[in-house]
């Protein structure tokens, strides 16, 4: 089961690129996105991250330009991905398969892309 979302974020690395048998350009990177919550503490900020997937045209646009700390608004679907970490302790990751994002904070005139 996914859902479409929409997250606002900054790259966590430089987007890297591979590509599939078939030839198809495969590109990945984590985006972490900041919100806040109300704690005894007071206003504390949470940071999610989340593992984007692109293919086609797309995937290699985003290696070309996605760098670490690239603010970068993405639209996809999003699934969750278990996993276990060393000590046996079940977890689960945010993952987007890539369907449309912009580039956001710049003056770039090709700002938008759209996704195959």
Known sequence: MSANVSILGNA????????????TAIA?????SNSFKNSKEGRVQVTHWYDITAFGKTAE????????????????RLSFKPWTT?????RSGAEVTLLSFEFVG?????EQQTGE
């Open 12 to 23: 966590g690395r430089d987007a890297s690129l591979r590509y599939s048998e078939n030839g």
């Open 86 to 90: 060393e000590k046996g302790e079940a």
């Open 106 to 110: 710049g003056n770039r005139s090709d």
């Open 61 to 76: 646009t985003l290696a070309e330009y996605i760098k670490k700390g690239t603010p970068v608004l993405v639209h996809g």
């Open 28 to 32: 990945s990177f984590p985006i972490a």
